[in-house]
């Protein structure tokens, strides 16, 4: 079994990290910057603003620009000097935002840019992981579109790709790319189904899965189906996916034009897709073979791509939405009151959403991506730091 994750907090950064769970789920608590930790001071962040958000007037999140004139950064995965290291799709570049700061907020630095990448349509350099033993190895691992597949490979930085999974359908859109290691230490990774709707039911197929390997690229042992890299099938383009407190894993997926999706994944299920989008209802009749979302929305509000938890709340960044939906999990993986909006329109097109070492959220925007109505400092990654209410409840 692979080695699990290095701690992510200190005790006084786990103490923030509840901190704000507090802040979100009852209003108890408010934070801003981390005390210095023994071994240095923390980035000197940005003047945040304080902005009501919709939901309530009564709740305020404090948000900082921390790197602007980006061009679709997609992921974001934080090393152990608390910097982070960010893809922008279309650029094929890898950048490190942090820890030091400059007059514009964190230092922003090419680390390198790989050539492979095809970032036609939807395709590009998507998600990035960082090694749970990153100061022993310095392995980073990318998802990425060539001109033949996606595919994962692992790298140390300014160094060459090496591919562990190939052949990933690829097409102009769905190509699905979020990369995670999960509680367990194995690496997870999400795909769409290319546009060729028919893969996500086919088991053989990479394409419409949630896959679970080890940092070689093999099936990680537990897998449901024997030599395979499938932990669950029926997607149509997931592009988040988060762990809670009790390592239960959930995932966002864009649906087609009617309802778009948060989905509890357990191994070996099959979420639906082509044969149902939404709930698996046919004429008020259920379709056990399929297994329900948690959460269904209009995909005008939603098309949530990023997805982070934050205690019992997750957050689920949006595309098409222009938002932050935030959900409340109960402890037994359910859905607690109806989500609540925030930032609606108020930074456009949001890509991702991760929870940083210091108990923050950071989002990004996906403005430069063809899609959305560019503003001068667009594309950018911002902090958000809750305080004065609550978050998620009905």
Request: charged share 20%; proline share 8%; aromatic share 6%.
């Amino acid at each position: 079994m692979s080695a699990r994750p290095y701690p992510r907090f200190s005790r006084r950064r786990a103490a923030v990290a509840l901190c704000a769970a507090a802040v979100l789920l009852t209003g108890g608590c408010a934070f801003g910057e981390p005390e210095p930790d023994p071994a240095g001071e923390p980035p000197r962040f940005p003047t945040p603003s304080v902005t009501p958000t919709a939901a309530g007037a009564e709740q305020q999140v404090a948000a900082t620009v921390l790197a602007k004139g980006l061009r679709v950064p997609w992921g974001i995965a934080f090393l152990p000097d608390g910097g982070a290291l960010v893809t922008e799709r279309d650029t094929g570049k890898i950048l490190k935002v942090g820890p030091e700061s400059d007059p514009d907020g964190l230092k922003v630095t090419t680390v390198q840019t790989l050539d492979e990448v095809d970032a036609a349509g939807e395709g590009g350099l998507l998600g990035i992981a960082v090694s749970p033993t990153y100061e022993k190895d310095q392995t980073v691992f990318v998802y990425y579109t060539t001109a033949e597949d996606n595919r994962i490979a692992k790298l140390t930085l300014g160094g060459e790709p090496t591919p562990i999974v190939t052949g990933i359908p690829r097409s102009g859109i769905h190509n699905g790319g979020r990369l995670a290691f999960g509680p367990d230490g194995y690496l997870y990774a999400t795909t769409g189904d290319a546009s060729e709707r028919g893969l996500a039911q086919q088991r053989k197929s990479l394409g419409g899965k949630i896959l679970r390997m080890t940092t070689e690229g093999k099936p990680a042992p537990g897998n449901p189906y024997p030599n395979s890299l499938v932990w669950s099938l029926g997607h149509r383009n997931v592009q988040g996916i988060a762990w809670d407190g009790n390592d239960r894993l959930y995932a966002t997926e864009f649906g087609q034009n009617r309802w778009d999706e948060i989905n509890l994944i357990r191994p070996g299920q099959n979420y639906g897709w082509p044969e149902v989008e939404g709930k698996a209802d046919r004429g008020g009749s259920r379709d056990d073979r399929f297994t329900d979302p948690l959460v269904v929305w209009p995909t005008a509000e939603s098309s949530c791509s990023g997805a982070a938890v934050v205690e019992r709340v997750l957050v689920a960044a949006c595309l098409r939405g222009e938002r932050l939906w935030l959900v409340e999990l109960t402890a037994a993986g359910g859905v607690l009151g109806q989500p609540r909006s925030m930032l609606t329109g108020e930074y456009g097109r949001l890509r991702t959403a991760v929870v940083a070492p210091d108990g923050s959220l950071w989002i990004s925007t996906s403005n430069h991506d063809g899609r959305g109505k560019p503003a001068p400092d667009d594309d950018r990654i911002i902090r958000l730091v809750f305080s004065g209410g609550t978050a998620g409840r009905s």
